[in-house]
């Protein structure tokens, strides 16, 4: 799969898992506005530092600014170093690099005619407002990308982070091996199944867990390193390499019906994907709440004596300060039509 499948990692916390991959063997592209970020990646074999880019401090405005204002070296940069067809581009939601570039990137390689799905995180619930603003406004954009292949969607609220990466790098490219190191006369799961699975549309969750029975695997369905898996959730893939003494049958009564089955015999621990959910509302809704909740205590501190009519939108620090980004937006350098509707779609 080292030949069909390559990462686009932006800004830290991509770079963080990126790193991870390539020392798995996949290729990686590492794209920041930070040179100091990018400096600590020091085995990376491909980094691109976009031009002017001195960091942008949560900023997803800036970071949006800088890749319209340098994607076509970008688009070269990540064609001249990936032949893969299908392509995941990691960021964290809540960040500003990746959070702000992130969806636009998914959308602009998406028209290039590439499969590409995504690799993010959202922030715990401790994490700063700014970092949950960040993330509600980037799912906002994210979810209405119809044609991504997908998402998977770490939660810093199930462990450590740092802890995080290694567990989904180890869980995802068990899943990508299984039509290597897992045969059998029974039926087998060819590279073709993967791919099909990894381009549904929607969440995805992948998982290895060291099992003897079915408990234990529909147990690591419920309580594991993404975001929560929506009740009555409809799938659409249930593909796994599962130890002969776990059924199929009941991972279904746990997880739902899907379309289709891709079913091996492991071994050793069992691989499973399910792909095709739906995006996590529930959670996405503690995300807003958390903003909401802190929306009137930080207007009072900002800005005591001024008075201030909020929009709509979630981010309303914009709207405390009169807004980073002046009335009229820049005009995008001009390019093809789609691409620069898809620019400009994410500049307002």
Known sequence: MKNKIAFVAVGQAGGNIGRLFEEKGYTVIYINTSQEDLDTLTAAKYKYHIPDGEGCNKDRHKAKQL???DFDRIAAEIDSKIT???IFVIFAAGGGTGSGAGPMLIDLLTDEDKTVGAITII???TESV?????????FSELV???ATAACFILDNDRGEKMKLNPAFVDAFCSFLEIPEKCKSE???IDKAEIEETLKAHGMAVVLRK????????IDALKDNIFAPIESDQAVKYITAALPAKIAMTDIQKAAGVPIDTFQTVSKDDAAICLSGLSYPTTRLETVYKRVDDSRETIIKNLSATKETSLKKGVNFLDE???GRKSSKQPEPPKRPKARRDIMSKYLN
């Not at 700014?130 to 980037?138: F, G, L, T, V, W």
């Not at 060291?210 to 695997?217: P, Y």
């Open 130 to 138: 700014k970092s949950h603003i960040n993330a509600y406004e980037c």
């Open 67 to 69: 890749v319209v204002d």
């Open 210 to 217: 060291k099992a003897d029975n079915s408990a234990k695997v």
């Open 186 to 188: 029974e039926g087998n």
């Open 123 to 125: 922030p715990a619930k």
């Open 84 to 86: 893969q067809k299908m």
């Open 320 to 322: 405390i300060s009169g």
């Open 144 to 146: 209405e990308i119809d």
